[in-house]
Each structure stands twice: as structure tokens, then as C-alpha cells.
Nanobody
Framework: QVQLVESGGGLVQAGGSLRLSCAAS????????MGWFRQAPGKEREFVAA????????YYANSVKGRFTISRESAKNTMYLRMNSLKPEDTAVYYC????????????????WGQGTQVTVSS
């Protein structure tokens, strides 16, 4: 059974930092693109960041560029999202996802999803 499990969410003040982790099990995702998406109440799920299978290419939404860093440890089947300078508008449930031949920013092209972890940034 394939599972993606996020952790590391929580409550933080504006300007603070968090690191999210996504642990994959049930298969090896070394050939998959992995990404982070987020969904705030009443809004659609939106792309945050993605990383290709080798870790050599990363992609970011303009809203997080320069503040968030995506990385992966293929040997551990784990992906991370380091979030710095957090803003209240970053508040959302954050999901990790994996897929092959994806359109980077399109959630429908990712075949595997985690259950999400809540990030709340207070002002």
C-alpha cells in the first residue's frame, strides 16, 4: 500500500519558520516528481513547490519563492519543505504529492497524495 505521510505542521507566529516532511512508503519514488500543495478554507488547492526525481530541478510558486525551500532525500524516500518568513496568508493545509510525467503546477496530474498537515501562521 502506497502512503505519503506529512508531518511538521503547527502554529507559528508571522516571521517564523517550520519544516514539513513527507515520508513515502509502499514503493520507491526515486523516479517521481514530488510536490507540495496547499489549500486554505474556501479556496482551491494551489501549487507551492515541486522537485524532480533527482533533486536537480526545483519549482516554486511566486508567492513562496525566496522564502520556501524544497528538498528530498531519495535514500530515505522523504521530501521536505523548509518554510521561512512565514506570513498569515501561508495558513493552509499542506499536502505532499507524487507523480510521473506531471504538469508541475497541476494537482490533477499527481497520482499519490498525503492526508495533509495544518500550518497556521498568526499575525
Amino acid at each position: 500500500q502506497v502512503q505519503l505521510v506529512e508531518s511538521g505542521g503547527g502554529l507559528v507566529q508571522a516571521g517564523g519558520s517550520l519544516r514539513l516532511s513527507c515520508a513515502a512508503s509502499g514503493r520507491t519514488f526515486t523516479s517521481y516528481t514530488m510536490g507540495w500543495f496547499r489549500q486554505a478554507p474556501g479556496k482551491e488547492r494551489e501549487f507551492v513547490a515541486a522537485i524532480n526525481w533527482s533533486g536537480g530541478a526545483t519549482y516554486y510558486a511566486n508567492s513562496v519563492k525566496g522564502r520556501f525551500t524544497i528538498s528530498r532525500e531519495s535514500a530515505k524516500n522523504t521530501m521536505y519543505l523548509r518554510m521561512n518568513s512565514l506570513k498569515p496568508e501561508d495558513t493552509a493545509v499542506y499536502y505532499c504529492a507524487a507523480g510521473r510525467n506531471v504538469v508541475i503546477g497541476a494537482p490533477t496530474s499527481y497520482g499519490y497524495w498525503g492526508q495533509g498537515t495544518q500550518v497556521t501562521v498568526s499575525s
